[in-house]
């Protein structure tokens, strides 16, 4: 079973809003609404005006905001956790399942 972070490219953002980690955030350091686009992932928890690592390229760990399949594309939810894509944008493709919401799974960012 996958469980550790491959970080490729991380950006330092300001948090615009509170972050928690392991979820997905856009790059302007808010909480992405659902299905969006552009985001990458926190690496901790954050407090609005905190800078925090978002990795934006590699295999990272994220929270499921639901079960995903291993293999499956996922997207954002509104707060930030990851799930099968339905309507929103490919974020990234889960390497390993996730059997319910708050599971950590791995995603590969940008692979679609």
Do not use: C, Q, W, Y
């Not at 948090?15 to 990458?40: I, M, S």
């Not at 929103?88 to 059997?99: E, F, K, S, V, W």
Request: glycine residues 14%; neutral net charge; aromatic residues 0%.
């Amino acid at each position: 079973m996958l469980n550790g972070s491959i970080n490729i490219l991380t950006l330092t953002v300001v948090a615009t809003a509170a972050l928690t980690g392991e979820r997905f955030v856009t790059l302007l350091g808010a909480v992405p609404a659902a299905g969006a686009g552009n985001v990458g992932v926190a690496r901790h928890a954050a407090a609005i005006g905190d800078a925090v690592a978002v990795d934006v390229v590699g295999a990272i760990k994220v929270t499921a905001g639901a079960a995903v399949a291993a293999g499956a594309l996922v997207e954002t939810t509104n707060v930030g956790k990851a799930i099968t894509k339905s309507t929103g944008i490919a974020l990234g493709r889960a390497l390993n399942a996730a059997a319910a919401d708050g599971d950590p799974i791995i995603v590969l960012l940008g692979a679609v």
